[in-house]
């Protein structure tokens, strides 16, 4: 399991991240997504830290809460040392039925930092993130708010997750001019199904060196290899149908992803997320799991390797259609690319 670095920060991450949105549902949403509980999350996170995953995201909000407790649980049930681990939570999402129950406010943030440190069963937070962009809060207080709970000792490092491009270098940008802790990270979703965040984000986090985590990057499970043409299957995505895909296209890609699969002797989900792991823009993938031996499969993802024949037909099969102003950009900016290819 490699390590990269976050961003442009000292914190170091595993290439895999163990997401925890199946821990702790019970009703409604959460329930479709997953209803782990104790005993079974323990086993997810053993073999997560067996295979040497040391990154660990949640949210408040995933099962209103439970899943930070059932986490924080599995830890001291485990016997982890809090230094070995890199525990991500997140903060947006309703947490009560009154307007400041939820969003990025600055009343919200500190009311909810406490209460997923109580969950946690820890003294701080390696990466606290805004899970959602607000537009009824001026950014200016989130970020204020953030920046107190770093020098307080509460939290590490600060990070974004579903935020558009110009909203993330607005923030960076009042970070830097107001000296605030700086933004080290967004989630962000990413699949061969998905690539739109290739148009203005990934470009923007290469120009600000922000790291990239990647939710869902088997999006929803149609590129787990259980959808085909014509023949729906089972899991998550049977019940609950997130994040929207192109199916009709993304059946194409299925197709591929079968071939390179069979060439490469790995499975169709573990060639899924070795496109990821191909990617420079991705820092971290997120890879969560109903039962451990899809966490097993998942893992194996990380010991595939690609040729740039593999690549090829994997980006052929996924691409973008051209959109301005991208197309315009690299038009114009051709001949400059060369040179600088050329040095």
């Given at each position: ?79 982890v040392a809090r230094d070995d681990v890199v525990i991500a939570t997140k903060v947006h999402g309703p ?74 270098v607005r923030a960076v940008g009042i970070t830097e001019a107001r000296r605030l802790a700086p933004i ?115 893992i194996g993802a990380t010991a595939v390797a690609f040729d740039q024949e593999d690549l090829e037909a ?30």
């Open positions: 399991m490699r390590q990269r670095r976050l961003g442009q920060s000292g914190l170091f991450v595993s290439e895999l991240c163990l997401g925890t949105m199946t821990f702790g549902g019970s009703e409604g949403m959460w329930g479709q997504i997953g209803r782990l509980g104790q005993q079974e999350a323990d086993a997810i996170v053993g073999t997560a830290l067996d295979a040497g995953i040391t990154f660990i995201d949640t949210a408040n909000v995933y099962a209103e809460g439970r899943s930070e407790e059932i986490v924080g649980q599995a830890l001291r049930n485990l016997n947490m009560g039925d009154g307007p400041n129950g939820r969003g990025a406010s600055r009343g919200h943030i500190m009311t909810q930092v406490e209460a997923s440190l109580r969950r946690l069963q820890t003294d701080h937070i390696d990466l606290y993130q805004i899970h959602g962009f607000d537009p009824a809060t001026p950014i200016v207080e989130t970020l204020e708010a953030l920046d107190l709970l770093v020098r307080r000792g509460d939290v590490r490092y600060l990070g974004l997750s579903n935020w558009a491009a110009w909203q993330v080290v990270s967004l989630q962000a979703y990413y699949s061969l199904a998905g690539r739109d965040l290739e148009r203005e984000i990934a470009p923007m986090l290469r120009s600000e060196g922000i790291g990239l985590m990647v939710w869902s990057p088997l999006a929803g499970g149609f590129l787990s290899g259980k959808f085909r043409q014509g023949a729906e299957g089972e899991g998550r995505r049977a019940e609950f149908d997130f994040p929207p895909v192109d199916k009709k296209r993304a059946y194409g890609i299925v197709d591929v992803l079968d071939a390179v699969a069979a060439r490469r002797g790995c499975t169709v989900p573990q060639a899924a997320l070795a496109w990821l792991l191909h990617q420079k823009v991705v820092t971290s993938v997120l890879v969560g799991a109903k039962r451990v031996d899809q966490l097993q499969d998942n994997l980006n052929a099969a996924s691409a973008l259609a051209p959109e301005y102003p991208g197309w315009m950009i690299e038009m114009q900016g051709a001949s400059r690319q060369a040179e600088i290819d050329a040095e």
